[in-house]
């Protein structure tokens, strides 16, 4: 098959009749090797396999099934000889005793292993009744993978030891089913983690999966999927090839691949399996390249699918094999092997008609079909095969130990060791039974030629060591095998997986390690949220939200940043939240203070110009006492404006709305003091008027004392009980990332009750200025009063809405405005036209001007 470099077409059919005729294969007995000693070692190797015949076209209605042999696996049996010949030429292991073999064809059939194993044990004739009470002709058997189960389980309950070379399935470690069975080779399990390990490693959290339904690929696939899944990986699909896959299911397995946007496939299967799924993603015209193939290690070294055909859709293949040694001599023995007329040699002589195509003359002498005539001489030397492949021997190694093994148990079992005994040689005729060489064979442990440890866990199981095996053109072209790192099951977690990722070739000869994602891993700044009714590995990217951040690639949530922390513009990190208030260096605060300064030289150069006229009608007929304090009243209305800019401290905190409650009220106070005063004035003038002399300077004083109090009174409580602190509030700006601090109000009424207070006085001067607003215009300030609350009303009015609206530092600047506002209202009302009379219109601003004025 391999000689001929044909490509199989089609699936396998009809397995079970077609098998039974395969150990036949035209000889009334079965076929075997053998040789005689006084131990015998049975095995049973897949020298032959079902496939179909090489075509040339992708027509599968002509399927035509046929026998193939295998020389890979006929490599496995004769070092399985050359172990023997070995141990027989080693004076120091099993002295005085000789081993032999006989071995069969296993066809990788349960049905025919079954029939090879009975002829292996002696059972052809035993009835079901007796087959208890029969005795087995071989100490032990070998057996490769696919039917190791039934026959493990059938030679369990008679506790004939079974050491597999080739069974790598989990469930053969299941004690209670099969307590005879050990093998050299680890199973599925550590590969299961190697590979899980491997693939999410280099980031393949979307892969797709191919297996077979027999129990190596199931349970590998199994096993596979749970622990990938719980690494955080998706499966893309699982395609599972029947045992006879017909071309429309080929053709949808490859459409599938095709279709899907995975870029890395794992693959539990052996190569004869895969040939049809290949050959149809290979040849039929698919653009299916850039596939990153993860083999396990049932095909990882198979030359077969090392074809030509199959470098453009296999290259860069990676996967897991078993560690691979050069056995010394084997080379030399395996091409000094000839065939013979001899019985026993059958398999041999079926080898050497493969190879060479041709029949061999002692057979019977004649031609076939015009096959050639071969002598049996011809040289192995100048034949390229799996067979004379031996450059680094994998499970040829495992045959290797398994014989080796088997040896040493023998070798304690016949007390070759033991002190006294006639020239250092074996008991050999020591009669012993399958259950004491088992518990031997447990319990062997040595160290071989190659410095390995070889030892049997309590399962049976062996030291789990692999090679990472990448499929890499040389440059002739030709696929090798090429060992970029390895794996060791019993290392701790962080040391098993060991890869020199440098050395690796990837897909289509990239060196770039493949990106296999469903969706591409969200940038640090967003998060992943799952789409509905999809994989957890396909997702969108939304940002994160204000104050969130993530820093990683592939973060599933954000984070909230700490307190007084916010995110920054591209959300990857936390910064320090910037403390923002009404600073004297803002362009906001300047203005402020400018204002206020403005306010506060206004106030002084008018209360410097009444006073400078203190003694002149205009002054004196507007109660020069109560406009002094109104004056100072609105310097202090103007100054408090001041403690709101700034960082706020307990001490601001606790004065500005007191300042602004207490200023404003003795304002208002003062103003309502007048208003009555021009009311009670006007009255005097008429008639029998005594009202304005029992309303005098006193009672004046007593009356803005009186409405000042309570005002008074209500700030010192409020500062008492609940006074407002400094707060850095994070939530009014959220957007910039701005810490306000502002001053806390732990009792909100404290506030709307001074402001609440300032509004009443405010109401009732309005009402009383609005009533003497039709007095005469020289002596009536009633007028100028009435304007002045008007804009006083307007201003705190809009600060409500304002006020509660703005967000951070600027509801400070709005109420320092309000208050600006309302003081430069009352200023320039009350005070400014006086003030022109004063200055620009003296001839104004004498008794009998007013008088007359009002005569008028």
Not at 608 to 633: G, M, W
Request: overall charge negative; aromatic content about 12%; some cysteine.
């Amino acid at each position: 098959f391999e000689r001929n470099e044909e490509l199989l077409l089609g699936g396998l059919s009809d397995v079970d009749s077609i098998s039974s005729q395969c150990i036949k294969l035209s000889y009334s007995e079965p076929p075997a090797l053998q040789s005689e000693g006084d131990v015998v070692i049975g095995a049973f190797f897949p020298l032959h396999f079902l496939a179909p015949q090489p075509q040339h076209n992708l027509d599968y209605s002509d399927l035509i099934l046929s026998i193939f042999f295998d020389f890979r696996a006929f490599r496995w049996m004769m070092t399985m000889v050359f172990a023997v010949e070995e141990i027989n030429n080693n004076s120091s292991l099993l002295p005085g005793v000789k081993l032999g073999y006989r071995i069969l064809d296993s066809c990788d059939n349960v049905h025919t292993s079954l029939q090879a194993l009975f002829s292996l044990v002696g059972w052809e004739n035993v009835t079901a009744e007796k087959m208890y009470d029969a005795k087995s002709e071989t100490s032990s058997c070998l057996a490769s993978s696919s039917p190791t189960r039934a026959v493990a389980q059938t030679l369990g309950p008679f506790n004939i030891p079974l050491v597999s070379y080739f069974a790598t399935c989990t469930c053969l470690t299941d004690k209670h089913m099969y307590p005879s069975f050990l093998r050299t080779v680890p199973n599925d399990l550590f590969q299961v983690r190697g590979l899980v390990q491997l693939v999410t490693f280099l980031s393949w959290l979307w892969v797709g999966t191919v297996g077979t339904p027999d129990d190596y690929s199931q349970y590998g696939i199994q096993a596979f999927s749970t622990q990938f899944k719980q690494q955080g990986g998706c499966l893309a699909f699982h395609l599972t090839i029947p045992k006879s896959p017909t071309a429309a299911e080929i053709q949808e397995f490859a459409d599938t691949l095709q279709s899907s946007t995975t870029q890395v496939v794992v693959v539990f299967a052996t190569e004869g399996q895969l040939v049809d799924l290949f050959l149809e993603v290979s040849l039929a015209d698919r653009n299916v390249t850039g596939i990153q193939w993860v083999a396990s290690e049932a095909w990882v070294t198979a030359t077969l699918l090392t074809s030509p055909h199959f470098h453009p859709l296999l290259e860069g293949t990676l996967g897991f094999s078993f560690p691979g040694v050069r056995i010394p001599d084997l080379e030399e023995f395996l091409l000094n092997v000839h065939p013979s007329p001899k019985p026993g040699m059958e398999l041999v002589n079926m080898f050497w008609e493969e190879l060479f195509g041709c029949r061999l003359e002692f057979r019977d002498g004649r031609s076939k079909d015009n096959v050639p005539i071969c002598s049996g001489s011809e040289d192995l030397r100048y034949t390229e095969s799996s067979y004379t492949d031996v450059s680094q021997v994998r499970i040829s190694y495992n045959v290797y130990k398994a014989v080796y093994a088997i040896a040493h148990a023998l070798h304690t079992l016949l007390n070759c060791d033991s002190e006294g005994k006639k020239q250092g040689m074996c008991e050999k005729h020591i009669f012993f039974t399958s259950k004491q060489l088992l518990h031997h064979l447990q319990t062997v442990n040595f160290t071989n030629q190659f410095e390995e440890k070889v030892y049997f866990d309590s399962n049976g199981e062996p030291v789990p060591l692999y090679d990472i095996i990448n499929w890499q053109k040389d440059s002739t072209g030709e696929i090798r095998f090429v060992k970029v790192g390895s794996y060791d099951g019993s290392a701790p977690l962080r040391q098993q997986l060991q890869l020199e990722q440098f050395m690796i070739v990837w897909t289509k000869g990239q060196s770039q390690v493949p990106i296999s994602q469903c969706s591409a891993p969200c940038r640090p700044g967003s998060r992943q949220a799952r789409r509905a009714g999809e994989p957890h590995c396909c997702f969108d990217c939304l940002p994160c939200a204000e104050g969130e951040f993530s820093n990683q690639t592939g973060s599933t949530e954000c984070t909230k940043c700490p307190e007084y922390y916010w995110s920054d513009k591209d959300k990857v990190k936390c910064v320090a939240g910037v403390e923002d208030f009404l600073s004297f260096n803002d362009t906001m605060g300047i203005i402020l203070v400018a204002l206020t300064l403005l306010g506060v030289v206004s106030t002084t150069i008018i209360t410097t110009v009444f006073h400078q006229f203190r003694f002149t009608p205009i002054v004196k007929a507007n109660n020069s006492e109560i406009s002094f304090l109104l004056l100072v009243s609105l310097k202090l209305c103007f100054l408090c404006s001041l403690v709101f800019i700034g960082q706020p401290s307990v001490w601001t905190c606790r004065l500005r709305q007191a300042a602004f409650g207490i200023s404003f009220v003795l304002c208002l106070s003062c103003l309502f003091v007048k208003t009555i005063v021009v009311l009670l004035a006007f009255r005097a003038n008429l008639p029998g008027s005594r009202a304005l002399k029992q309303f005098g300077p006193s009672q004046q004083r007593t009356l803005i004392l009186c409405t000042t109090t309570p005002q008074v009174c209500l700030c010192a409580g409020w500062l008492l009980c609940a006074p407002p602190f400094p707060f850095r509030n994070p939530t009014y700006q959220a957007a910039t990332g701005k810490i306000v601090l502002e001053c806390k109000e732990p009792w909100p009424p404290g506030f709307y009750l001074v402001l609440g207070y300032i509004g009443l006085l405010a109401f009732l001067c309005l009402l009383l200025a609005y009533l003497g607003r039709k007095l005469p215009d020289t002596f009536n300030e009633a007028k100028l009063i009435t304007f002045s609350m008007l804009i006083f009303w307007a201003v705190w009015i809009s600060f409500i809405p304002a006020y509660v609206s703005s967000p951070g530092k600027f509801t400070v600047a709005v109420e320092v405005f309000a208050i600006l506002a309302s003081s430069f209202g009352l200023l320039l009302c009350i005070f400014v036209p006086k003030c022109y009379i004063i200055l620009l219109m003296p001839e104004k601003n004498i008794k009998k001007g007013i008088i007359g004025r009002y005569k008028r």
